[in-house]
């Protein structure tokens, strides 16, 4: 595995979070839907005003994983209120992982993985949950691989289709 340091984001990393996030995310669901699909989803979750407003919410935080000098991944946590569901201040919320194509394999997601159960218990949470999508098998197997379990549904709009997403979850001890 390579080394990898994880960072925080900052306000000044608008425009890096905004490309990498529509890299991350196109790369990991293209061709599973329409391009017009694709297209207006992508525009609406990672506009710049919506991610500045993200990176500003006290309970939204962004980190940056780089290899070397290159941004190889990112990862998103929630705290309560911010969450996307369940909203529960004793839970943390791990809304995006992701790992750019020409590092995955690499151990990199584990690494993300690790940092955000570690944060999870500085805070003191007793469990971590993430929302996904139903058809993403290798994210479920990398899930359950990592410990999570399916606790329930929710659903998830991309565009005009609705999708089922399970809610995973990993309880914590400190």
């Known amino acids: 595995m390579s ?58 935080h962004f980190f940056f994983q780089e290899c070397g000098m290159e941004l190889s991944g990112y990862l998103k946590l929630n705290e309560a209120p911010d969450q996307s569901d369940l909203n529960d201040p ?18 990199l997601g584990k690494t993300l993985m690790d940092f955000a159960l570690r944060t999870a218990l500085a805070s003191r949470k007793d469990y971590v949950w ?20 399916v606790a329930g549904t929710h659903s998830f709009r991309m565009g005009e289709e609705l999708q089922s997403d399970l809610i995973m979850k990993r309880l914590l001890s400190g």
């Open 130 to 149: 993430l929302g996904v999508w139903e058809k993403n098998s290798a994210a479920l197997a990398f899930y359950s691989k990592m410990g999570f379990a």
């Open 3 to 60: 080394s990898a340091v994880i960072r925080p984001c900052t306000p000044g990393d608008l425009e890096a979070l905004r490309h990498i996030s529509i890299e991350t995310y196109e790369q990991t669901f293209r061709g599973m839907t329409s391009r017009e699909t694709m297209d207006a989803y992508l525009g609406e979750a990672f506009a710049r005003e919506k991610l500045e407003k993200e990176l500003a919410a006290e309970g939204c």
């Open 90 to 107: 004793r839970s943390l919320e791990i809304e995006r992982i992701y790992v750019r194509a020409p590092f995955q394999g690499r151990g």
